[in-house]
T-cell receptor, first 112, second 110 residues
Framework: DVKVTQSSRYLVKRTGEKVFLECVQD?????MFWYRQDPGLGLRLIYF???????EKGDIPEGYSVSREKKERFSLILESASTNQTSMYLC???????????FGPGTRLLVL | EDQVTQSPEALRLQEGESSSLNCSYT??????LFWYRQDPGKGPEFLFT???AGEEKEKERLKATLTKKESFLHITAPKPEDSATYLC???????????FGSGTQLTVLP
């Protein structure tokens, strides 16, 4: 079974803090994705990566950056957290040549 | 721009009362249509992928179908444990990222 894990289920941070969200997948998938999910807005793509050290902007990249130093790990970085980044963050991965994405359990982030 | 619209937003059924959820889309060059189930506070769980009009897939009480303009998720004799939000998503053209609909929140009452 595909397993995607996220480092934290819940996080509480202060405005201005630098926040790291970690995602690890164990299926040797090339593609990895970060989404945020908000009531009424659905899932929106922040960044994605097709390979190690590669990254591409999604629909809402402002205020975020990413890092992919190893194939199995994709990190989302909030350089200076703001209250409007309070959200559920979801990581996903997929195998090259397929589009089926498998999701992690999510990290619920609260920025005070 | 690709668009995915799901209806209804919410659906309440009695246990055993069959129904269908709708996912209509506008896209140039559909590559795949995906259905996910999401329980509260959890990540989406993959259910089905459909690639071409006329295709159908089944899993337990769920059956997904695809036409050129929409997809249906049919739920036969649902049970309370089928209660969840069902998400539809698609990929198109050369893009590998999913475009999601806003979901249908299904509640099955015992």
């Amino acid at each position: 079974d595909v397993k995607v894990t996220q480092s934290s289920r819940y996080l509480v941070k202060r405005t201005g803090e630098k926040v790291f969200l970690e995602c690890v997948q164990d299926m040797d998938h090339e593609n990895m994705f970060w989404y945020r999910q908000d009531p009424g807005l659905g899932l929106r793509l922040i960044y994605f990566s097709y390979d190690v050290k590669m990254k591409e902007k999604g629909d809402i990249p402002e205020g975020y950056s990413v890092s992919r130093e190893k194939k199995e790990r994709f990190s989302l970085i909030l350089e200076s957290a703001s209250t409007n980044q309070t959200s559920m963050y979801l990581c996903a991965s997929s195998l090259v040549g397929t589009e089926t994405q498998y999701f992690g359990p999510g990290t619920r982030l609260l920025v005070l | 721009e690709d668009q995915v619209t799901q209806s209804p937003e919410a659906l309440r059924l009695q246990e055993g009362e069959s129904s269908s959820l709708n996912c209509s889309y506008t896209v140039s060059g559909l590559r795949g249509l995906f259905w996910y189930r999401q329980d509260p506070g959890k990540g989406p769980e993959f259910l089905f992928t459909l690639y071409s009009a006329g295709e159908e897939k089944e899993k337990e009480r769920l059956k997904a179908t695809l036409t050129k303009k929409e997809s249906f998720l049919h739920i036969t004799a649902p049970k309370p444990e089928d209660s969840a939000t069902y998400l539809c998503a698609l990929t198109s053209g050369s893009a590998r990222q999913l475009t999601f609909g806003s979901g249908t929140q299904l509640t099955v009452l015992p």
